[in-house]
């Protein structure tokens, strides 16, 4: 059984640029959440998909958004990025009735702006 | 909004012997659920284990150990006959009942000695 899938897994874009990060869920798990890992600090939740929908988001520009496709698995997308984006970008898969209680995380994609 | 404190920023243990890292959090909510994850280099996020906060039994998962106390605030792990996998970064995370959102410490930097 696969877990949480993330790609690629090392980036490296420009400051302005645009950036998509993937991720596909843990088999049975419906619902995906995107987190932001700065270096040396603890994961910052960014939003949650469940039925295609966002859900919850946390506090973090428009210049971040998302989707979720039929099959669960999510995109992250980074619009004129920053300096300060370059961060590890965490996807964590749940069952939508079990909630973060059963939450598994994926690798991460190292993000770097430059 | 609920945040979660770390402190010990690193601690180095000797195989074989026992560690506690300690967190404490701040909320004025009843229903939630405590969390301890690990963070090896390898930079997966990994559960560790969990607490419902309107159990008073303290969790244990095989040489993993809390001490919750929900007067408090705190949520303390222990790690029994240390190894050296333990190795790794460990985060402390809160999130409320019906939320999915999760909040996590700074982080605990575990070295285990040979």
């Known amino acids: 059984d696969a877990g949480v899938t993330q790609s690629p897994t090392h980036l490296i874009k420009t400051r302005g640029q645009q950036v998509t990060l993937r991720c596909s869920p843990k088999?049975?798990?419906?619902?995906v959440s995107w987190y932001q890992q700065a270096l040396g600090q603890g994961p910052q939740f960014i939003f949650q998909?469940?039925?295609?929908?966002?859900?919850q988001r946390g506090n973090f520009p428009d210049r971040f958004s998302g989707h979720q496709f039929p099959n669960y698995s999510s995109e992250l997308n980074v619009n004129a990025l920053l300096l300060g984006d370059s961060a590890l970008y965490l996807c964590?898969?749940?069952?939508?009735?079990?909630?973060?209680?059963?939450?598994?995380f994926g690798p991460g994609t190292r993000l770097t702006v430059t | 909004a609920q945040t979660v404190t770390q402190s010990q920023p690193e601690m180095s243990v000797q195989e074989a012997e026992t560690v506690t890292l300690s967190c404490t959090y701040d909320t004025s909510e009843n229903n939630y659920y405590l969390f301890w994850y690990k963070q090896p280099p390898s930079r997966q996020m990994i559960l560790v284990i969990r607490?419902?906060?309107?159990?008073?039994q303290n969790a244990t998962e095989n040489r993993f150990s809390v001490n919750f106390q929900k007067a408090a605030k705190s949520f303390s792990l222990k790690i029994s006959d240390s190894q050296l996998g333990d190795t790794a970064m460990y985060f402390c995370?809160?999130?409320?009942?019906?939320?999915?959102?999760?909040?996590f410490g700074k982080g605990n930097q575990v070295v285990v000695i040979p």
């Open positions: 998909y469940y039925e295609e929908e966002e859900r």
């Open positions: 995370a809160f999130v409320l009942v019906g939320n999915n959102r999760l909040a």
């Open positions: 088999s049975g798990h419906d619902t």
């Open positions: 607490q419902e906060a309107y159990k008073q």
């Open positions: 964590a898969s749940s069952p939508y009735s079990r909630g973060p209680y059963e939450q598994y």
